[in-house]
């Protein structure tokens, strides 16, 4: 999940949403910070410590980066809007389809209609066979790897192999490519999608993620495409996209407002520039000494633990906002690797507290009891996760090693994505797990941590992660997290770091995904939680959130439409800007 990183999306629960979190956006009544509203024009400068993981919007599974895409290069068939109310933010707007959608046969069935007019960065026409091959992508699972390709798999009518995954292999290899004709087809401009289950929220899914995006089948290059951004939104990539460095958005002159009825992309400035790579506390050094370019910048990293003392001076300029975020961190354990009691004893000994205080404190988190947010419909407290105190009980975790005739020490291995907060949260873990009879080494990665975590032949013992609802349904955590049937393929774990593969577990969802009413659906996803805390799959460790700071000519917007983090698609400068 990204500084929440890997997989954070904040588009939880909209009308579920119990909307704590962008209440507290602003300083103004309004939800907007102090002094006037930005102005048309100048470059807003986004900077980055790390590197951003995909463009590829197939590939794309983070919070921050989709609301990105969002609102500057891509367009999907409908899309949410800005709205901080908690109902209307969770309902789809038309974009490039002429409405939200037409269900039929119970959810099964899906057709939109693309509206005439809306134009690739080169100029051609978006076509219907576009739409078909972007969504045909994500089954190409040694191809396309990193996104959200859990839904496709799981809801296309397509027939499945022996191991449960489709018999459609994805456009590269083209094997079961009639199978797939049948499930998505078209007729003009019109596409019709056919599922094997109901998904009445599909329109939802769409609003919130990139794998149903149009893709020209002409520009793609499988893997080689990461980087390549192809535009049909507002703005356009100048020249081509450094990893490790970032890029400039320019205008995009194919692209017409007037085939664009949301509020989404007011598209201020007239270039926003990418910086990647500058240490986090070096990157807030500049925004808090607020001089030139620094002036005009935003970030997507919250601002870090050691520059807290700034915090009072900051909240009187209003340029400090301090929302609840809809996103979970936990751990995840190896339950291909580790047995079940050294799992328990780790959760047991998991010092949730200390954790918390190395992170910045109730500034920056607040205990969790479950991987699913509070905010979810249908949310309850694990009573397993509840009852371990915060601060770990290592007696306990070391009784049951003891019992288990487990040898210790334990010799067990931590990967994370390195920062300096990071790694102080992870030697707060470090210090009760040793206690507890294990001996625990810490292994901080950089950018590739979260490609090797869906490794399917990675060997790691436990490793951090973080979650927020994909769109307003609390069938969007559990399944596509622990599920094993759409998630474990031979290109890829997707968000099943820890390899689970849960009989009853798997049976329950299919319950949850099949009940007649959300109550049923809750009740068994409820349930599936508690067989994830009996075979101690994960570990929740705290709620989110977050710290935003900015330079002092940036019109800072966030909403449940951007996933809570700075909206690219509002934010404008102002007092001349940059």
């Not at 960065?121 to 190409?140: H, M, P, V, W």
Request: some cysteine.
């Amino acid at each position: 999940m990204a500084s929440n990183k890997k997989r954070m999306l904040a588009v939880t629960a909209g009308a579920l949403l119990a909307s704590t979190a962008l209440a507290a956006c602003g300083s103004d009544d309004d939800g907007g910070t102090k002094g006037e509203a930005g102005a048309k024009g100048g470059t807003l400068y986004f900077v980055n410590d790390t590197p951003i993981d995909h463009w590829d919007p197939q590939r794309t599974y983070v919070g921050t980066d989709i609301s990105k895409q969002s609102r500057l290069v891509y367009r999907e068939l409908v899309t949410f809007g800005t709205s901080e109310d908690p109902a209307e933010s969770a309902t789809p707007l038309p974009d490039l389809a002429t409405d939200t959608g037409t269900s039929t046969e119970g959810g099964k069935v899906w057709q939109f209609t693309l509206r005439d007019g809306v134009k690739w960065q080169d100029g051609k026409d978006i076509t219907c066979e576009d739409l078909k091959y972007g969504f045909s992508r994500n089954f190409a699972t040694d191809v396309i790897v990193g996104g959200p390709s859990f839904y496709p798999l799981s809801y296309l009518d397509v027939p499945a192999d022996a191991d449960g995954t489709p018999q459609y292999k994805g456009p590269y290899t083209k094997k079961g490519q009639d199978l797939y004709d049948k499930a998505v087809t078209c007729d003009g401009k019109t596409i019709t999608y056919n599922f094997n289950k109901p998904w009445p929220d599909f329109n939802l899914a769409i609003a919130a993620l990139h794998f149903a995006s149009p893709y020209r089948a002409d520009l793609d290059e499988g893997d080689k495409s990461n980087y390549q951004i192809f535009s049909n939104g507002p703005y356009k990539l100048e020249g081509s996209w450094d990893k490790a460095s970032g890029g400039t958005f320019v205008r995009n002159d194919q692209y017409d407002p007037k085939t664009d009825e949301t509020d989404s992309r007011k598209a201020l400035p007239d270039k926003i520039t990418f910086k990647i790579g500058t240490k986090l506390e070096t990157m807030y050094d500049s925004i808090l000494a607020d001089t030139g370019e620094a002036s005009c910048t935003v970030s997507d990293r919250r601002l870090p633990p050691s520059k807290f003392s700034e915090i009072p001076a900051l909240e009187e300029k209003g340029f400090y906002q301090n929302p609840e975020s809809p996103y979970v961190d936990y751990l995840w354990f190896n339950t291909e690797k580790l047995p079940l009691e050294v799992r328990q004893a780790l959760a047991t000994a998991t010092n949730r507290e200390g954790w918390i205080t190395a992170g910045g404190g109730e500034r920056s988190y607040i205990p969790a009891y479950s991987v699913v947010n509070p905010s979810v419909a249908g949310y309850k407290e694990v009573s397993t996760f509840k009852d371990i105190p915060l601060a770990g009980d290592p007696d306990a975790a070391k009784k049951i090693l003891t019992d288990a005739k487990i040898k210790t020490p334990y010799k067990i291995e931590l990967r994370y994505p390195q920062s300096d907060t990071a790694d102080k949260q992870a030697a707060a873990l470090k210090e009760t797990w040793d206690k507890a009879g294990f001996d625990v080494k810490l292994s901080p990665e950089g950018d590739v941590y979260y490609s090797n975590i869906q490794k399917p032949d990675h060997n790691y013992d436990v490793g951090w992660a973080g979650w927020g609802a994909d769109w307003p349904s609390p069938m969007t955590v559990l399944p596509p997290l622990f599920d094993s049937r759409a998630n474990i393929t031979s290109g890829s774990l997707g968000q099943d770091y820890g390899k689970y593969v849960g009989k009853e577990f798997n049976e329950k969802i299919s319950e949850a995904q099949n009940a007649t009413s959300l109550d049923d659906s809750i009740a068994a996803l409820q349930e599936a939680d508690q067989i994830l805390a009996d075979d101690m799959v994960y570990m929740p460790l705290e709620i989110a959130k977050f710290n935003w700071v900015t330079g002092s000519k940036v019109d800072f917007h966030t909403t449940p439409g951007s996933n809570s983090f700075p909206d690219l698609g509002l934010i404008g400068l102002r007092d001349g800007g940059c």
